[in-house]
């Protein structure tokens, strides 16, 4: 029992100034004003995102990694972010994955498609004739791409993206309040140990 106690005692004290390395202005920044969450009482971690980013390509496996292991009461959330019209397209090819249910399925094949397999896929046409050798009907992607519900989540998009206050892709929304990056942190591998010190700090911040 008491080699129990000294070893919790051992790591509360080695968590205690792991996160004391952490800085506000440093490793992480407050945002302006919060954003509204939608993952309810657990604490959203929303990665903002842009499909020909080479950054957002290369923190794929480091996401990966981390949802094996991430907080429990940590929900993640991509989002594909809009700092401009040119990367609507994106947007919309996430979003029609989503409305499609095939987000699981074609998210990081799309993702290889442009950085692994230098796909030009830059329209509508050539996103549904991509889809389509990924088991994906052709129509189904060119009519659900131009929908209003996709439309509309675009647009929201957009909004939110300034909301957060990013001026470059991947960017890491703890919680609506916090705002991270792999350069901010130091490093890829830095990063989520920074993400995990925000949603524990978040979490406490909510009792």
């Not at 090819?93 to 074609?106: S, V």
């Not at 991947?170 to 792999?182: C, E, L, Q, V």
Request: include cysteine; charge should be neutral.
């Amino acid at each position: 029992m008491k080699k129990r106690w000294y070893c919790a005692f051992a790591f509360l004290i080695t968590q205690t100034a792991w996160s004391q390395d952490f800085k506000q202005g440093v490793e992480y920044e407050l945002l302006a004003k919060p954003v509204a969450v939608q993952t309810g009482e657990q604490i959203e971690v929303r990665e903002l995102f842009w499909y020909r980013c080479p950054h957002c390509y290369s923190l794929e496996p480091y996401i990966h990694d981390w949802l094996s292991r991430k907080p429990e009461n940590a929900d993640y959330v991509p989002f594909p972010a809009v700092l401009s019209q040119s990367w609507e397209h994106q947007a919309r090819a996430f979003f029609t994955f989503e409305a499609l249910g095939a987000l699981d399925k074609l998210h990081m094949p799309f993702f290889n498609a442009i950085h692994k397999e230098n796909k030009n896929i830059r329209s509508p046409k050539d996103l549904a004739k991509w889809a389509a050798t990924q088991g994906v009907e052709e129509q189904a992607v060119l009519d659900t791409y131009e929908s209003f519900a996709v439309d509309t989540k675009t647009r929201q998009a957009a909004l939110l993206t300034r909301e957060y206050g990013i001026d470059g892709v991947p960017a890491i929304i703890i919680d609506g309040k916090y705002r991270t990056s792999g350069s901010m942190a130091g490093g890829n591998e830095r990063l989520f140990a920074v993400i995990d010190h925000l949603v524990a700090k978040a979490a406490q911040e909510r009792q």
